[in-house]
């Protein structure tokens, strides 16, 4: 024996395709749809009804970045506090600071900038690699290659210029071209940097 019940699907889906259409029918249809609504507010998550943290002078002042570079074969910085550090982000140039949002950001080749808490700015160039943004104020920098940008000669690098000109201009092999292009791309990023 049939049950002469609809599901509220049989009903919402019979109305959109035209085959029924008494009112009742549709209002019942848009109730339903307001019922997923209504769940999805009450499953909000609960540090939206959290009260708003305050902080006073002294704390702020004392809020720093704990920056970590890391190489393959050296740390440049551990946990050290510092007070902004700048990214050659692929999404673009970003800054950070104390208390930024948490992310993660892929580096493209370029300068990475670090304010000290002495007021001195120290600047490296990385070849390109990973920072990690975490709540507590962490920076994390993961890098393949990187040198301090004073340890760079504008004239080395004009050389090796036009040395992957030559090679991804010329006849050679695919991957010769191909790695000479990346190599012209990063030499001049690097060249823009250097005075």
């Not at 609504?37 to 305050?54: D, E, I």
């Not at 890098?143 to 504008?154: P, T």
């Not at 050389?159 to 012209?184: C, F, P, R, T, Y």
Request: charged share 20%; hydrophobic share 40%.
């Amino acid at each position: 024996m049939r049950n002469n019940r609809h599901s509220d699907f049989d009903l919402c889906n019979a109305t959109s395709r035209g085959i029924i259409q008494p009112l009742h029918v549709i209002h019942h249809c848009k109730m339903s749809s307001f019922r997923f609504a209504r769940s999805a507010l009450r499953a909000r998550p609960s540090f939206l009804g959290a009260p708003v943290q305050r902080r006073g002078y002294a704390e702020a002042v004392a809020d720093k970045v704990k920056l970590s570079l890391t190489l393959p074969h050296q740390t440049i910085y551990r946990s050290t506090g510092v007070t902004q550090v700048n990214i050659p982000a692929a999404s673009g140039e970003m800054g950070v600071l104390a208390n930024h949002v948490p992310s993660i950001e892929q580096l493209k080749p370029g300068l990475v900038e670090i304010l000290e808490e002495s007021g001195a700015t120290k600047q490296y160039f990385l070849s390109g690699g990973f920072a990690v943004v975490q709540p507590d104020s962490q920076l994390s920098i993961n890098a393949v290659e990187g040198f301090a940008l004073e340890d760079f000669s504008a004239d080395a690098i004009r050389a090796q210029i036009a040395e992957a000109q030559k090679i991804s201009s010329g006849s050679g092999s695919e991957q010769d071209i191909a790695e000479a292009k990346i190599e012209l791309e990063v030499l001049e990023t690097l060249q823009a940097h250097v005075k």
